[in-house]
């Protein structure tokens, strides 16, 4: 039977590599909507809080950018409950990005409609200089990130394609990602039109499979330490216990960031 | 129409457009925003859609994403509070070394609105002990509840809080000791506010005066506003309080398209502040302004109708069928509630059967109680028809999935000293476990010591008759079920607790909540409920677990923490029939073909709720300093509310009301309240008239 979309489904970072993880978990929470609070790892509460200082320390940048006084920061930092705030604010000050040109727009959300698919995507900071956009991401996951798989990742391939469609924008586009941990080695890309354009198609054909797929090809993924990551284990049968830390990559990492961005409580708010 | 439309499709004007319920007022302000977001150009100026309530955002959304621009649109669709919330959190570090925080560049714990009646109790327990507020008969609750909403009245009218008592006092016509309730109310509230800006707490109020005073006045937040928003859209102003219409006021000059839209007769929530006469100042600020009206025959006729039922004095035209036609009592008059209900469930189902679309049908009360939806849910579900309830304000604690949580919440930390009541304890196992029936869960139940905590016996320790009379499998999920409680004791925090339990045991093959998709749902809002909790005790580390997740449960049992009302996809789900409160129906700003009314002898369509502690109008802006508040002002109220609530239901029903009369009324009462008599008049009027023909 074919899946029935609910109206005016909105395509993300997240739920594209939700979709590439487990069909089936795509399904259930972006198509039933099934809410099913189960733990995620057996450390759900040293990821939140490590997201929630995440959160903190964007929101000061955000401050910075627009234009808050840095001494007052620096204050604000050095009184967070988490320590770590008042080094990274001081490592960003330190950084070439402390310092940008250009127009400037921080926490920036952009829907727009491609190939009558709607997106949704929030960038930390978007640059435009001498005609050209750079986006700048900032990681806190404390984790040096691998440049191999950041370029195959949805996030790497779609905040181009995007901005490029809404800007009505030809020009190369930059693309920086700042883990605060590895400051001296930020992942730089640089994509051209052509290699944007490339992306755009691989998107296209990504929510086209998503869409056209009957509820039937919405299967559970074979690859079960992905269950292991999942709220929706009990409800597959697929085991009782969440993953520890140690069990957790990269790709794990990113699955339970998405799990916050739909369920953390705030994610309500209107 | 074709001056309306140039005024709707325009991005440079400024438009006050009211008029009727369901007279499209929505509809032109969606063709508005279709409009301004449709150009790149303006999309990208900054859109703000302003709605008093959240279950009115979906609809401004769908228009956007309907739309499928492919330019970037820079729109925010929020509340008020939310807008308030978000600026207040992003500006704090600049302004919070002047606003008498003790901890300024600490960052602030927002409460809402559970967590402060939480604080409240704080303050008022010891006192109640001392003998204040002694002389009213209030619930812990209710007393709570009351003195939070004067100080966020003081807010959003926009008077210091610590006049609450003063202004309670100049009104009160009554007995003196009254006074002295005030001022017991005025000494918490003070304390409540010294409370708050020693620990960064942010209630409600607190953030709408930090808004409004420090940051408004900030040139740095101001111009980040006035940036952001240059298009405005402003539905149902009447149900926002004078605060934000200050605001938009403030931000007019900079706008470059505003349209403010008021419903006629309405300001349903003025319990909360709602200010409709404040909202009509955009009338004489605006550029044009635009009246619409409901205008087919049908409309004027229920126009007629209606002005009729409302005013004894007019005369009535029309024949007893005539106004059956519209709005009729059921076929048979029942004596008893229950058997009203099932005439309801009777006559909604020859709808149906009748092709009407099960949501447009709609079930109204001004209050709702289990019995009454559980009756409902019954008596429709022999005609599979389902029934969909819509209680804004239900507390946690009547939801079943979250009864179970508690209970195991309450085994798994012996340490709380909860009592459980053995039926309880035997009815929850017979529910959770899959394989076990009342009499087996009543054999466990027999084991357990009276002594507190209440501990379960694992199957080895009960005597070898009652061993006997279990299976296999329920033996084998009793030692299951011990297992993971001797290995989940005392874990916190609490929502770490409920996540595991569901998710490890009860959520299981064999378990109750195993694919049981309500149940996901009813635990998650356990969870946030908890998270919330939590997260307003803030940052400090040196948080008591143990002592916060006692509390948590003990005010969920209480009820005073509610279940808050997330709209989702249900709303538009045409497959269920909604019942609801008068007010939430109100709130949602739809009309449906037809609507049951319950309990339309009840007082409690028009009367004031019983609030010996504030009061709606005495702490308006339109309130006269010094004036008295009479039984006269009373009576003049819920005439008022009456009349808007008849006039709003009928604008918002296309085909036919239906009453739910009963001789005796839910609670046993022979009810005669002014809506009733109302419509007795009218029959009788138009009786008359078919005698004088
Ligand atoms: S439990 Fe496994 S199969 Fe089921 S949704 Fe999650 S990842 Fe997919």
């Known amino acids: 039977m074919k899946t029935q979309f609910p109206n005016n489904f909105v395509f993300s970072q997240s739920n594209m590599q939700t979709y590439l993880n487990c069909r089936y978990k795509f399904y259930l929470r972006y198509i039933q909507k099934l809410t099913w609070p189960a733990q995620v790892t057996v450390d759900d509460l040293r990821f939140e809080e490590d997201r929630n200082t995440g959160i903190r320390f964007h929101q000061l940048l955000h ?46 959300t952009i829907t727009t409609c491609i190939n009558d698919r709607n997106f949704i995507v929030k960038y930390d900071l978007l640059q435009f200089k001498d005609g050209q956009y750079t986006i700048y991401d900032w ?75 009957d509820n039937s090809d919405f299967f559970k993924t074979s690859n079960t330490r992905q269950c292991k990551i999942c709220e929706y284990r009990s409800y597959c049968n697929r085991g009782t216990m969440p993953a520890t830390f140690e069990e957790l990559d990269e790709n794990g990492l990113n699955e339970i960031e998405d799990y916050w961005i739909t369920n953390g409580y705030d994610a309500n708010l209107v | 129409m074709n001056k309306i439309n140039s005024l709707i499709l325009s991005s440079t004007n400024k438009v006050y457009l009211h008029g009727d319920a369901g007279a499209g007022k929505t509809q032109l302000a969606c063709q508005r925003l279709r409009y301004l977001v449709s150009d790149p150009e303006i999309a990208n100026q900054g859109i703000l859609v302003l709605v008093p309530q959240r279950i009115q955002v979906k609809r401004y959304q769908k228009v956007v994403a309907d739309i499928k621009a492919s330019h970037n649109i820079e729109l925010s669709i929020m509340t008020m509070s939310s807008l308030v919330r978000r600026t207040v959190e ?118 709408v005066e930090l808004f409004k005073e420090m940051l408004l006045q900030n040139p740095l937040c101001k111009n980040y506003l006035t940036r952001l928003y240059r298009h405005l859209i402003y539905d149902n102003a009447e149900e926002d309080p004078p605060y934000v219409h200050d605001f938009v006021s403030d931000l007019w000059e900079y706008l470059h398209s505003a349209l403010i839209i008021q419903d006629d007769y309405a300001g349903y929530h003025s319990f909360l502040g709602a200010d409709p006469k404040s909202a009509m100042r955009f009338k004489n600020i605006a550029n044009d302004s635009i009246y619409l009206q409901n205008k087919d025959d049908v409309s004027e006729k229920k126009s007629e109708l209606v002005n009729a039922f409302i005013d004894f004095s007019k005369p009535v035209h029309y024949k007893v069928k005539d106004i059956h036609e519209f709005i009729t009592p059921l076929n048979h008059r029942s004596r008893f509630f ?118 379960f016996p694992s199957f080895e320790n009960l005597p070898e008759s009652i061993q006997n009379r279990f299976s296999d499998e329920q033996c084998a999920q009793w030692n299951t079920t011990m297992a993971w409680i001797n290995a989940n004791l005392s874990v916190y925090p609490l929502d770490i607790f409920f996540s595991k339990l569901f998710g490890e045991l009860l959520s299981q093959p064999g378990f109750a909540f195993y694919r049981d998709l309500e149940s996901g749902s009813s635990t998650a809002q356990l969870i946030n409920s908890f998270k919330k909790f939590r997260h307003a005790f803030g940052y400090q580390s040196d948080i008591d677990q143990e002592e916060l997740a006692k509390e948590f449960v003990k005010n969920v049992q209480s009820g005073l923490l509610a279940a808050t009302f997330v709209p989702d996809e249900q ?63 009373d009576l003049a109220l819920s005439k008022e509310t009456l009349e808007k609530f008849i006039r709003g239901l009928f604008n918002r029903c296309r085909k036919g009301i239906f009453l739910g009369i009963s001789e005796y009324s839910e609670t046993g009462q022979e009810e005669k309240g002014l809506l009733l008599l109302h419509y007795q008049a009218l029959v009788r009027r138009a009786l008359r008239n078919e005698k004088n023909d």
């Open chain 1, 139 to 213: 990681k806190t996951s404390n984790k040096v990130p691998n440049r191999e798989k950041l370029m195959d990742s949805i996030q790497t391939r779609l905040y181009p394609v995007v901005l490029s469609e809404a800007y009505q924008n030809d020009q190369p586009i930059n693309f920086i990602i700042w883990e605060i941990i590895a400051p001296n080695a930020p992942i730089v890309f640089s994509f051209l039109k052509q290699e944007i354009l490339n992306n755009g198609r691989y998107i296209k054909e990504l929510t086209d499979e998503i869409l056209f797929l």
């Open chain 2, 338 to 455: 229950p058997e009203m209900l099932k005439e309801i469930a009777e006559s909604i189902r020859t709808k149906i059967d009748d092709g009407v679309s099960p949501n447009e049908i709609v079930i109204l009360s001004p209050f709702m109680s289990d019995a009454t939806i559980f009756t409902l849910k019954n008596e429709l579900s022999r005609y599979d028809i389902k029934l969909r309830a819509m209680r804004p304000s239900s507390s946690l604690n009547d939801d079943s999935v979250i009864q179970t949580l508690l209970f195991f919440a309450v085994i798994c930390h012996p340490e709380w000293e909860i009592p459980i009541d053995p039926y309880h304890i035997s009815s929850t196992i017979a529910y959770a476990l899959s394989s076990f029936d009342l009499i087996r869960s009543h054999f466990i139940t027999q084991e357990i010591s009276p002594a507190l905590p209440v501990q």
């Open chain 1, 63 to 108: 401050q910075y950018f627009l234009g808050f006084k840095p001494e007052l920061l620096i204050q604000i930092a050095e009184n967070d409950p988490d320590n770590r705030i008042s080094t990274w604010f001081q490592t960003f000050l330190a950084s070439q990005y402390a310092q940008l040109q250009g127009k400037i727009e921080s926490e920036k």
């Open chain 2, 90 to 207: 992003l500006f704090w570090p600049l302004i919070s070394d002047r606003s008498g925080f003790y901890r300024p560049f600490e960052p602030p714990s927002f409460l809402t609105l559970e967590t402060s009646q939480y604080y409240m109790g704080r303050l008022v327990d010891p006192l109640l002990a001392k003998g204040y507020f002694s002389t009213v008969s209030l619930s812990r609750n209710r007393l709570l509840s009351q003195l939070v909403d004067n100080l966020n009245k003081a807010a959003i009218i926009g008077f210091p809080h610590t006049e609450i008592g003063e202004h309670l006092s100049e009104a009160w016509v009554g007995k003196e000791s009254q006074k002295r309730v005030y001022e017991d109310a005025q000494e918490v509230i003070n304390a409540f506010r010294s409370f708050c800006l020693q620990n960064n707490l942010l209630d409600f109020s607190l953030q």
């Open chain 2, 571 to 633: 709303d538009d789900d045409d497959q269920f029939v909604l019942i609801t409160p008068v007010m939430s129906f109100l709130g949602l700003n739809k009309s449906v073909d037809y609507q049951y009314w319950l309990n339309v002898g009840s007082s409690g369509w028009y009367e004031r709720l019983e609030q010996p502690l504030t009061h709606p109008i005495v702490l308006s802006r339109h309130w006269q300093p010094g004036r008295k508040w009479t039984a006269e002002d």
